[in-house]
């Protein structure tokens, strides 16, 4: 199976800076794309910023545009979030996930990290 494991988050003042990582490991074929999501409490989650490993495309949510930076290593099967600037609107949970095709039966399916919480506060 697929597994995907986050690090990174926690507490920082407003205009402080967090790294989020991911790894995706186990039975990978492939890996279509990756990228992270966030959910505030009461809210629905949504797309923060996703890397397409085809195309090099990278995609932001428009809130954190200029502020927050998405990369990958395609060799490890790693995404990371870089944010910077970091308002309290920011504070929510943030998911890693990824669209990958696993070996065992060549199915793209989305997995998803455990989710880590970032909060800004003063």
């Known amino acids: 199976h697929v597994q995907l494991v986050e690090s990174g988050g926690g507490l920082v003042q407003p205009g402080g800076s967090l790294r989020l990582s991911c790894a995706a490991s186990?039975?990978?074929?492939?890996?279509?794309?990756m990228g992270w999501y966030r959910q505030a409490p009461g809210k629905e989650r949504e797309l923060v910023a996703r890397?397409?490993?085809?195309?090099?495309?990278?995609n932001y949510a428009d809130s954190v545009k200029g502020r927050f930076t998405v990369s990958s290593d395609n060799a490890k099967n790693t995404v990371d979030l870089q944010m910077n600037s970091l308002i309290p609107e920011d504070t929510a949970v943030y998911y890693c996930?990824?669209?990958?095709?696993?070996?065992?039966?060549?199915?793209?399916?989305?997995?998803w990290g455990q989710g880590t919480q970032v909060t800004v506060s003063s």
């Open positions: 186990g039975t990978i074929y492939n890996v279509v794309r």
């Open positions: 996930y990824g669209l990958i095709i696993d070996r065992n039966n060549l199915g793209h399916a989305v997995y």
């Open positions: 890397t397409s490993r085809s195309s090099g495309e990278l």
